[in-house]
């Protein structure tokens, strides 16, 4: 996809398209439990008796879970800004090993603008076991000089390639 004739960028394509031959062999995964979507939800502002008659469950949308929205453990990273010299996002995820008990994934972050600085942390990730979860942070901050850019974030262990869409929408 060129930039210069899709201005829409990833949100024209979401996180990628699938290969189903590769997909039974993912390496990783980002799995999003129940609390996950409760706190997502919690964060879009649903209220604790909305959320009560969704799960059917009692839940409390606290001050501590407001907020929450970006952190679903989802594989895209989305900062929506109203102003173009003040970006700033900060993303916590959890990665699931689903490939070789012994991997190490190196995150590669490519395609950002410059003046927009995405880090992650760790950039590295070692996993000792098959299901063994590790976390992370992608930290965005930095000014752009379009409405919409996007970048990659690549998870990759010399097998498997896991790859996530990185967006900054600006709506000023």
């Known amino acids: 996809m060129s930039a210069e004739q899709n201005p829409e960028a990833e949100l024209a394509y979401g996180a990628g398209n699938i290969n189903p031959t590769k997909s039974v062999d993912p390496g990783l995964v980002y799995d999003a439990d129940e609390t996950d979507y409760i ?4 964060g879009e502002g649903y209220s604790s008796g909305a959320l009560q008659r969704i799960t059917g469950e ?3 949308c606290s001050a501590a879970r407001s907020g929450t929205a970006g ?3 989802y594989p895209s990273f989305t ?3 109203n102003d173009m010299k003040s970006i700033i996002g900060m993303f916590n995820r959890t990665a699931t090993n ?7 994934y190196k995150a590669t972050v ?3 603008p410059q003046g927009l600085a995405i880090q992650v942390v760790p950039d590295t990730l070692s996993f000792t076991s098959l299901g063994q979860k590790l976390a ?7 000014s752009v000089e379009e409405s919409i850019v996007s970048a990659s974030l690549v998870w990759n262990d010399g097998v498997h390639q896991v790859r996530s869409s990185i967006v900054v929408l600006v709506l000023a």
């Not at 689903?98 to 190490?104: A, D, F, I, R, Y």
């Not at 992370?136 to 930095?142: P, R, S």
């Open 39 to 42: 706190n997502f939800l919690c």
């Open 136 to 142: 992370f942070v992608l930290q965005i901050e930095g």
């Open 98 to 104: 689903v490939g070789s008990s012994e991997s190490t």
């Open 79 to 81: 900062v929506i800004s």
């Open 58 to 60: 009692n839940v409390v």
């Open 110 to 112: 490519s395609g950002a």
């Open 71 to 73: 952190n679903l453990n």
